[in-house]
Structure formats: structure tokens, C-alpha cells
């Protein structure tokens, strides 16, 4: 493929590493290149589902008090909430990857993507045991998704910094400063899954905006994308 071949560019990693502020740097490049476009934010929503699991749950709780434990009955809720997730996660992340990513790019335009579907299903993975008890799996919907993704022209930027550093900007984030470190885990264990010419890392720790900026820029030249 050339260079004239738009690109896919997903942004990976923790709250606070600069994945958004890199994405409009990213962009403007692109544009100052003469080429078109598209930033959007993709990944499962899982707290909404949290949310529901929870309300699930009590009215569960509430329902077994009246006719005795019943097991069984627990089993089915949580077994039928998990096929809920699945379609409806999935038809929300489909509808906003249809319009955001699949439309945009095959009209030539290149597409900057903050979390994306790699993501989406490790949530999957973590939240669906985790919340629900019941055994992890790939829904098929994201599965293909993903597979058309990597099919293509794209390129995933990793970015981390230490310990510290990562807690340090979460507690900047007021909507984010309960994040769970176990999630970060998670993050970081699918990061390192990630391999290949088309997987671009950088530790933000100690380096400028700016600085980062030049590296991301210096490998997409580098590797003529």
C-alpha cells in the first residue's frame, strides 16, 4: 500500500498518558498533509453495563428473599444479562464504528481512534466474569470487526508511563480518579499482546507533548504511512 492508502491510527493505554491530546496533534498533521480526517472514540460501554448489573442484581437479591435461595434462578439472570451485554454492546459499538471508522475511511479519509475495538473486547474479558460471573468470551460482532480492522492499512500507538506518573494524572481526571488499578492491569497485559511493524510504543514519563509528538510523526515517516 502507499501513502496515499489511508490509515487507521489507534491511541492505546491508560487515563492521563495523553492518548486525546496526541490524537488532535496526530490530526492536524495529517491535515497540514493535505490529506482528510475522521477523530472518534470507540470502546464497550461497560459502565453503563455496570450500572444495569447492579440494578439487576438488587431486584435479584430482592426476588430470592421473597422465595427462598434459589440458585438456579441467580444463574439464569446473570446468564440472560450476559446475552443482553453482548448484543446490545455490540450493536452500539458497530453503529458508531459503521459511521466513524468503515464509512470515513473507505471515502479516503484517515481515521484517528482512541481506545477502539482491540479494547472493547478486553472489557469484555475483564467485566463479564468479573460483574456477572459468567465465563469471558469474544462477542462474534466484535471479533469480525477487528479482523477487518487489522486487515487494513492501520497502526496502533501504545502509550504508558510509570506507576506514579499514571496515578498522579488519573487524580486529575475528577470523573476518573476511582479508576481501578486491576483495569489498568488489564490494560497494560493487552498492550503487551500487541505486536508487530504496526505497533508503535512510547513511556510518556519525563518527555513533553511535544516531544512525543515528534516521535509519532518520525515513525509514520519513517514508515511511509
Request: aromatic share 10%.
Amino acid at each position: 500500500m502507499t501513502r496515499n492508502t489511508p490509515v487507521i491510527v489507534t491511541f492505546i493505554g491508560p487515563v492521563g498518558v495523553g492518548k486525546s491530546t496526541q490524537s488532535r496533534l496526530l490530526s492536524k498533521y495529517f491535515r497540514k498533509r493535505g490529506q482528510k480526517v475522521v477523530d472518534t472514540y470507540l470502546r464497550s460501554a461497560h459502565g453503563t453495563s455496570y450500572l444495569i448489573t447492579v440494578i439487576l442484581k438488587r431486584v435479584q437479591s430482592q426476588k430470592s428473599s421473597n422465595i427462598g435461595n434459589n440458585s438456579l434462578t441467580g444463574k439464569s439472570l446473570e446468564e440472560k444479562f450476559a446475552t443482553f451485554w453482548n448484543i446490545s454492546d455490540s450493536i452500539n459499538i458497530l453503529v458508531k464504528f459503521l459511521l466513524t471508522v468503515y464509512i470515513p475511511y473507505v471515502l479516503g479519509y484517515n481515521v484517528l481512534i482512541e481506545e477502539g475495538i482491540f479494547m472493547s473486547i478486553e472489557n469484555f474479558r475483564l467485566f463479564r466474569p468479573k460483574l456477572l460471573g459468567v465465563k469471558a468470551t469474544t462477542p462474534l460482532l466484535l471479533d469480525i470487526i477487528l479482523r477487518w480492522t487489522n486487515a487494513h492499512r492501520n497502526l496502533y500507538i501504545i502509550l504508558d508511563a510509570g506507576d506514579d506518573e499514571v496515578v498522579k494524572r488519573r487524580r486529575t481526571r475528577v470523573f476518573r480518579r476511582s479508576e481501578s488499578a486491576d483495569f489498568v492491569l488489564l490494560q497494560r497485559k493487552a498492550m503487551s499482546e500487541l505486536v508487530g511493524r504496526d505497533v508503535l510504543r512510547i513511556n510518556t514519563s519525563e518527555k513533553s507533548i511535544e516531544e512525543v509528538n515528534k516521535m509519532i510523526v518520525k515513525y509514520i515517516e519513517k514508515n511511509e504511512y
